[in-house]
């Protein structure tokens, strides 16, 4: 079973920055492609980045590219979200997720495990 813990979410004034972070305990890491999804309130959770296992390609949703990094250390199990230029628009619940199969997926349905996720709030 594996098991996210997201953290270093926030409060952050617009034109800020933010990162948060993701550890998995799973012995597999390194063969698990992981992803940040977010949620606003009365919102779906819509996709915000991947990075795949196989080759370690990260995939953006459009309104996060150029501002969004993801990156992963797989000696500390754990991945990234590095958030730059926020806007009040990218405000909601940030989830970590991973999935073993390799590739770049946007729909939630295709990752098995979730974290319990982390709030981000951009003030105007």
């Known amino acids: 079973q594996v098991q996210l813990v997201e953290s270093g979410g926030g409060l952050v004034q617009a034109g800020g920055s933010l990162r948060v972070s993701c550890v998995a305990s799973?012995?597999?890491?390194?063969?698990?492609?992981m992803a940040w999804f977010r949620q606003a309130p009365g919102k779906e959770r819509e996709f915000v980045a991947s990075?795949?296992?196989?080759?370690?390609?990260?995939y953006y949703a459009d309104s996060v590219k150029g501002r969004f990094t993801i990156s992963r250390d797989n000696t500390k199990n754990t991945v990234y979200l590095q958030m730059n230029s926020l806007k009040p628009e990218d405000t909601g619940i940030y989830y970590c997720?991973?999935?073993?199969?390799?590739?770049?997926?946007?729909?939630?349905?295709?990752?098995?495990?979730w974290g319990q996720g982390t709030q981000v709030t951009v003030s105007s």
């Open positions: 990075i795949n296992w196989i080759n370690g390609r990260p």
């Open positions: 997720a991973a999935t073993s199969r390799g590739g770049s997926f946007e729909s939630p349905i295709l990752y098995d495990h």
């Open positions: 799973a012995r597999t890491f390194s063969s698990l492609t």
